[in-house]
């Protein structure tokens, strides 16, 4: 299609056909695999799970931000779907996704800005859908690592004793 012009032909950014998408393969498939949510030890050697949705809503407005899809799971609860390509979730943005609560997740498709794999295809399809090493908790947050006790490194001799020589007879 072109312009009103009909002279110069539309040019849609890499970046900006790849977040749109994303979206449509997510809302056409109504599920996504992710990581263990944080706080979470999975039971099995697979860390990831496959999440089904019961519908999926773009662009809802929330205190503050809009998330790019609102998915509603079957247990009554949302989780917000963030992508990623250049743009990424900010501190002012955490602080409101906090402050609603709904589980969060971000999903970082910069590897695939300047790769040569064409958009659709079923590569970057599966890379959407059941990568998992691009998705990341935004929210809830990982718990913070238990500090480990401090050592008083003072306490502890520079050089051990010198061991008597045992004599033999």
């Given at each position: 299609?072109?312009h009103h012009?009909?002279?110069?032909?539309?040019?849609?950014?890499?970046?900006s056909?790849?977040?749109?998408?994303?979206?449509?393969?997510?809302r056409?498939?109504l599920?996504l695999?992710?990581p263990?949510?944080?706080?979470?030890?999975?039971?099995?050697?697979?860390?990831?799970?496959?999440?089904d949705?019961?519908?999926?809503?773009?662009?809802?407005?929330?205190?503050?931000?809009?998330?790019?899809?609102?998915?509603?799971?079957?247990?009554?609860?949302?989780?917000?779907?963030?992508?990623?390509?250049?743009s990424?979730i900010?501190?002012?943005k955490?602080?409101r996704?906090?402050?609603?609560?709904i589980?969060?997740?971000?999903?970082d498709?910069?590897?695939?800005?300047?790769?040569?794999?064409?958009?659709?295809?079923?590569?970057?399809?599966?890379?959407?859908?059941?990568?998992?090493r691009?998705?990341?908790?935004i929210?809830?947050?990982?718990?913070p690592?238990?500090?480990?006790?401090?050592?008083?490194?003072?306490?502890?001799?520079?050089?051990?004793?010198?061991?008597?020589?045992q004599?033999?007879?």
């Amino acid at each position: 299609f072109s312009h009103h012009s009909n002279k110069e032909s539309c040019f849609i950014q890499r970046e900006s056909l790849l977040h749109l998408y994303a979206k449509q393969v997510i809302r056409n498939h109504l599920g996504l695999q992710l990581p263990p949510m944080p706080g979470t030890r999975p039971e099995s050697e697979d860390k990831s799970s496959w999440w089904d949705f019961e519908r999926m809503d773009e662009e809802v407005p929330q205190p503050g931000f809009q998330p790019d899809l609102v998915a509603h799971l079957r247990d009554g609860s949302q989780l917000f779907i963030e992508i990623a390509v250049t743009s990424f979730i900010g501190e002012e943005k955490l602080e409101r996704i906090k402050t609603v609560g709904i589980n969060t997740v971000e999903i970082d498709l910069s590897e695939l800005l300047f790769n040569k794999q064409p958009i659709p295809s079923e590569e970057v399809k599966a890379h959407i859908l059941e990568q998992t090493r691009n998705k990341s908790w935004i929210y809830p947050e990982p718990p913070p690592m238990p500090l480990l006790p401090a050592i008083d490194w003072q306490s502890i001799p520079a050089k051990p004793p010198a061991a008597e020589p045992q004599v033999k007879c």
